[in-house]
């Protein structure tokens, strides 16, 4: 380890934020950055140790324990610690391609099962992996290193999200020749259009994708595979195909009222704010406008959260999330979410220390249900009708919502947005080639083989898992490319 007491020494400590009330005023990432010598010494504070939960992946009670991807967590520690950046880089790079996003958008499960974390604060382990990158990118040491030899296969790659580049990349390093296809104007996937520019700034996505190219990857946007080309002709025309299209159909909600104007799915929401900002700074005026609305977010999660931060920059008069789920408790409880599975406790994330700094108090609701939306006469929705619920579990173990008479409310709304999940992949594509799909609608593959009942089609990431976080996709692109490599070449030398 880097010292032997530095966890005993040392706090944590992680960057400070702009002001929440500045920050609103633009879409900038609102992350500052610590010096050197903090990030040495958050370095070290990691224990190297023995067994390096943080480092281990697995899926705990529902979520996810250490890291999906295996990063060299204690390793890279102790390079920045002793001040070693370059080495410190080649060991985030073995396994993460793209450490950029998930130092910025990944919510760190690795440090909820940092060892630390049974007496004290765990590593900042976030920090230093987004520090290393960016140092790597501002030093050079980031360049093209395109194949010494190609093997003269082809693969075709749907989807341009990380799963989707994750497995490009891979391939590409194998000598496979690759094509990424992307119905959207910008190749990205979510890492553009489905995460706001002030989590991850779009130019830190452009840079990867334009080394990408470099390296010889070929990237072809504007193009729907089961419309514009037809899904026969890739399977004509290479020598795999891998599917990595996302779970992009959103859930909606079945409730008296959904059918008025000012109800919006959050999706569209939010594509419709990036797009306009990437291509006019929002003066196009092609996106739903929250400024001087009372906005009513439906849903607990990042993409309901995300709207929040959305709506705030837009200047919305008021704005409040709705979640089902209970408000979580100030510390970890020992009992049922007991050290290495994800702390669930009550934290402000970025869009709620926004909205409590500009309001006073936290934008969200919890243990709230919906049962209508109502008119103002012109088809318009004017308010929201919910009722407090609390989670039981009934006589066959499952968990049920009951209503708390006297509990109702009636909330005024100018906007909805409705973010409640995914549900699976669209089905298009999935028809077009007569793909099994399991009970979830997802595209049916085994993991780490990631092979369809369909010769040559693979599938990786939410298209496969439904919808997950940006690392878990990473470590599917991955592992599909491996596969992809044996059922090529016989054989596979990538990780």
């Not at 996003?101 to 760190?108: D, I, K, S």
């Not at 419309?227 to 909600?253: H, M, Q, S, Y």
């Not at 594509?271 to 609305?293: H, R």
């Not at 439904?466 to 044996?486: F, H, M, P, T, Y």
Request: aromatic residues 8%; charged residues 25%; proline residues 5%.
């Amino acid at each position: 380890m880097s010292t032997p007491t530095g966890f005993m020494k040392y706090q944590r400590e992680i960057p400070a934020d702009r002001d929440p009330v500045e920050r609103i005023k633009d879409w900038g990432e609102f992350h500052k950055h610590l010096s050197d010598d903090q990030l040495a010494t958050q370095g070290a504070r990691c224990m190297d140790c023995g067994t390096p939960y943080c480092h281990t992946g697995m899926e705990l009670a529902g979520t996810v324990s250490g890291c999906p991807i295996n990063n060299l967590i204690p390793e890279w520690n102790n390079l920045v610690y002793r001040g070693l950046w370059k080495e410190a880089l080649d060991r985030l790079h073995k396994t993460n391609n793209f450490p950029e996003f998930t130092g910025r958008v990944c919510p760190a499960p690795c440090e909820g099962s940092c060892t630390v974390g049974l007496i004290g604060d765990s590593v900042t382990i976030k920090t230093i992996e987004q520090a290393i990158i960016d140092r790597g990118f501002d030093e050079g040491w980031v360049v093209p290193q395109p194949p010494k030899m190609r093997t003269g296969k082809r693969v075709a790659v749907v989807g341009s999200g990380p799963a989707g580049l994750a497995t490009a990349a891979q391939l590409n390093k194998a000598g496979h020749l690759v094509t990424v296809y992307e119905r959207a104007d910008r190749i990205g996937g979510l890492l553009t259009y489905g995460i706001p520019t002030m989590k991850l700034d779009k130019a830190v996505v452009q840079r990867r994708v334009d080394l990408l190219a470099a390296e010889g990857i070929e990237f072809v946007t504007n193009t729907e595979i089961g419309k514009d080309i037809p899904a026969a002709e890739l399977l004509n025309t290479f020598d795999a195909v891998v599917l990595c299209g996302g779970a992009t159909k959103a859930r909606d909600v079945e409730i008296e009222g959904r059918e008025l104007n000012g109800v919006h799915m959050a999706m569209d929401y939010l594509n419709g704010t990036i797009k306009s900002y990437l291509d006019s700074n929002l003066e196009d005026g092609n996106y739903i406008s929250a400024k001087g609305k009372d906005v009513i977010v439906i849903g607990g999660g990042d993409t309901g959260t995300d709207c929040v931060a959305t709506a705030l920059r837009h200047g919305c008069k008021s704005v409040t999330q709705f979640g089902t789920h209970p408000k979580a408790p100030l510390t970890r409880d020992s009992i049922n979410n007991p050290w290495p599975q994800f702390p669930n406790v009550y934290t402000l994330d970025y869009a709620h220390e926004e909205a409590k700094a500009l309001f006073g108090e936290d934008p969200r609701a919890f243990s709230v249900l919906t049962k209508k939306f109502v008119s103002d006469g012109n088809g318009n929705v004017k308010e929201l009708h919910t009722v407090q619920i609390e989670r039981t579990v009934d006589e066959n173990g499952r968990k049920v919502y009951r209503e708390i008479p006297g509990t109702e409310k009636v909330w005024p709304a100018d906007l909805v947005f409705i973010a409640v999940g995914f549900e699976g992949p669209e089905n298009t594509l999935i028809n077009q080639l007569g793909l099994e799909q399991d009970r979830r609608s997802n595209v049916k593959a085994r993991y780490g083989q990631y092979t369809t009942n369909v010769d040559k089609v693979f599938a990786a990431g939410d298209m496969r898992r439904g919808q997950s976080l940006v690392v878990w996709a990473i470590n599917e692109g991955r592992e599909a490319a491996r596969e992809v490599d044996k059922y090529l070449m016989g054989s596979s030398m990538l990780p």
